[in-house]
């Protein structure tokens, strides 16, 4: 079975305050593909990235890197410099690799950065 | 329009209506998908189309209809709700659908309606 967890409820920041949003997931599957998603107080869920479990190098776009690390089963989120843009709800995501009919999401974090 | 639209943004509907919910993909893609998402809930998969056909039902209770015309447009038919199905249902789509290593298996989302049955 598959599941993803996102211990971290709701997280709150100060602006200019580096965050790490937490993703730990579950999966029987040799091959797999792991996202993070944001959604706005607008409702719409944004892609921010994906990886799959071939590829382990950490990734970095502008203020936002991720740190894959299959050994703990992680997929964890680094906000750097976070500002108040940055306000959302954070979902972490696993799909199987040879059928991604079935994304499953994690519950979420919700993130505020504060001015 | 781009992207993945979805209309309306808002309904409020009785018990004892029957409405419609649209979903339009702007994007090329041959997958589309309706999740629930509700307050302190995980999103949950309701249904999916690949190739206008669909392929999974997850236990939805039938007052929940989906029809997939073609594979560029989706609607969840409703009928008959519940309280308990006031909700942000949102719609996605995606690419390689069920491809081994499809070159886009994310899926991208359309900003939800709100529904509200009172």
């Known amino acids: 079975a598959q599941k993803v967890t996102q211990a971290q409820t709701e997280i709150s920041v100060v602006e200019k305050e580096d965050v790490t949003l937490d993703c730990v997931y579950e999966?029987?599957?040799?091959?797999?593909?792991l996202f993070w998603y944001k959604q706005p107080p607008s409702g719409e869920l944004v892609f921010l990235i994906r990886r799959n479990s071939f590829d382990e190098q950490n990734e970095i776009s502008g203020r936002y890197s991720w740190n894959f690390q299959k050994s703990t089963s992680s997929f964890n989120f680094t906000i750097t410099a976070s500002q108040v843009v940055d306000s959302a709800v954070y979902f972490c995501a696993l799909s199987d690799y040879y059928n991604n009919n079935d994304m499953r999401f994690g519950a979420g974090t919700r993130l505020t950065v504060k001015p | 329009e781009t992207g993945v639209t979805q209309t309306p943004r808002h309904l409020v509907m009785g018990m004892t209506n029957k409405k419609s919910l649209k979903c339009e993909q702007h994007l090329g893609h041959n997958a589309m998908y309706w999740y629930k998402q509700s307050a302190k809930k995980p999103l949950e998969l309701m249904f999916v189309?690949?190739?206008?056909?669909?392929?999974e039902n997850n236990s939805v209770p039938s007052r929940f209809s989906p029809e997939c015309p073609n594979s560029s447009h989706l609607f969840l038919h409703l009928h008959t709700l519940q309280p308990e199905d006031s909700a942000l249902y949102l719609c996605?789509?995606?690419?390689?659908?069920?491809?081994?290593?499809?070159?886009?298996?994310?899926?991208?989302f359309g900003p939800g309606t709100r529904l509200t049955v009172t």
């Open positions: 996605a789509s995606s690419q390689g659908q069920g491809l081994a290593g499809g070159p886009e298996p994310e899926q991208y």
């Open positions: 999966t029987r599957d040799t091959t797999y593909y």
């Open positions: 189309y690949s190739l206008e056909e669909r392929v």
